[in-house]
């Protein structure tokens, strides 16, 4: 696997000895569980507007080792990030700038007491990430839902894996202020390998697809600019779709999520949104929509070509419509989408940076990445990280 996205990676029996030296005690006593990345196969910034978003979980993990205590302290450590955190069970969870990771922990914590558990001791956890943070593929959604469900399980706590996806997207709202869709956290709470998930994020039914790729392979991208979803125009771009549905509604229109319109609805009703930027918002929306449906069929009878195209029309429809993706993005996918052996290339997750994904043949993959990598050092003037990846498995204890 060519990978240049991180340095140290942790095996689960790494953490482990890792865990017990900065704790001590046995090793029957510790518990693992794993949480995986996620790419978005295609249907970006719709989740939020009720439309259907393709994304599977994969084999970039995050893995959490947690003990009970016998007392009422919560301790967080990390084997890669610095920051060393102490809490107690019983006080109130707010966020503090300071407290840095342990927000994204502190916020599950503060929405499983709302919801009224009780923790009858402390905890103490270690983890390592193997997934680049800030890296557009969900870190923050695997620790969040990593975490949730590692405590869930340790604590007996009874919560669903839709309810695990639920608490990260509301620790993520009310701590990270970020007005996330449900994609990320629903992926990787319920993400099964060899499969792709096409979920409805209106109704919040899903189906699982087989993502049988034959020859063909994802491989992901990695602009390695640095971005935070909340300095980010995310919550801005939520906003502006916002006030076209209102527009929508306003005039008659009788939905209650842009995704609701089909291209041919939209045809129709398009003029009703006279404000240009908010026009091309929702027609993103609504293209994207119907291509996430396209591709869902397409992937099912097997016809990657067709698949591919409508990975490069998501991508344009982001660059132009949408405006969320950035040089680095599209010199990334628009030179994909140039080479041999490559069917078709996108960026996924918020934009703004991140990661791009490509579809590309097995037996190309090395000069797909070389051809890849120069044009973007040359037009960029750093380097880009690239993996190629497989499907792994939702949250789960090893
Ligand atoms: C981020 C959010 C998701 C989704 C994507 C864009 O990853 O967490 O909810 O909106 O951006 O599709």
């Known amino acids: ?20 030296k900065m704790y001590g005690g046995d090793e029957a006593s510790v518990r693992l569980y794993s949480s995986p990345a996620r790419i978005n196969i295609i249907g970006e910034h719709i989740d939020y507007n009720g439309g259907k978003v393709f994304p599977a979980s994969i084999n970039r993990y995050l893995y959490i080792a947690i003990r009970k205590r016998p007392d009422t302290k919560i301790l967080y450590n990390d084997a890669r990030f ?17 407290n840095d990771y342990a927000n994204y922990l ?58 695990i996806a639920k608490l990260g997207q509301m620790s993520e709202h009310n701590f990270m202020n970020v007005k996330c869709g449900i994609m990320d956290q629903f992926i990787i709470a319920t993400g099964k390998k060899n499969h792709a998930e096409l979920l409805d994020c209106n109704t919040l039914e899903y189906e699982y697809i087989p993502l049988d790729l034959g020859d063909y392979r994802f491989v992901v991208m ?6 935070k979803l909340a300095d980010s125009k995310y919550n801005e771009r939520r906003g502006q779709c916002e006030e076209a549905l209102k527009i929508l509604q306003n005039n008659g229109v009788k939905i209650d999520a842009l ?23 929702a027609r993103h929306c609504i293209a994207e929509n119907q291509r996430v449906i396209d591709a869902a069929s397409t992937l099912k009878a097997g016809n990657l070509e067709e698949l591919g195209r ?9 660059k132009e419509d ?30 703004f940076g991140g990661c791009a994904i490509a579809l590309v043949h097995k037996d190309k993959i090395d000069s797909f990445i ?11 003037g750093y380097k880009a990280g690239f993996f190629v990846c497989e499907t792994g498995d939702g949250v789960a204890r090893i």
């Open 1 to 20: 696997m060519s990978d240049n996205l991180t340095s140290k990676e942790y095996t689960p029996q790494e953490l482990k000895e890792a865990f017990l």
């Open 82 to 98: 610095p920051g060393s955190y102490e809490f107690d069970v019983n006080q109130t969870f707010v966020y503090d700038k300071a």
């Open 106 to 163: 502190n916020g599950i914590l503060s929405q499983l007491k709302e919801r009224g558990f009780k923790f009858d001791c402390g905890f103490e956890i270690l983890m390592a990430s193997n997934i680049p943070a800030g890296g557009g593929i969900s870190s923050s959604s695997a620790l969040e839902c990593g975490f949730a469900y590692a405590v869930i399980d340790t604590f007996g706590f009874d919560l669903n894996r839709i309810e």
């Open 222 to 227: 990695n602009t390695n600019k640095v971005r």
């Open 259 to 281: 995704c609701q319109l089909t291209p041919a609805d939209w045809e129709k009703y398009s003029t009703l949104v006279a404000d240009p930027i908010l026009n091309k918002r």
């Open 310 to 318: 409508l990975l490069n029309a998501s991508h344009k429809s982001l």
């Open 322 to 351: 949408y405006e969320v993706t950035g040089i680095e993005l599209d010199t990334l996918a628009e030179t994909s989408q140039k080479q041999e052996g490559c069917l078709g290339a996108r960026m996924t997750g918020a934009g």
């Open 370 to 380: 070389s051809n890849v990598q120069t044009a973007y050092e040359k037009a960029i």
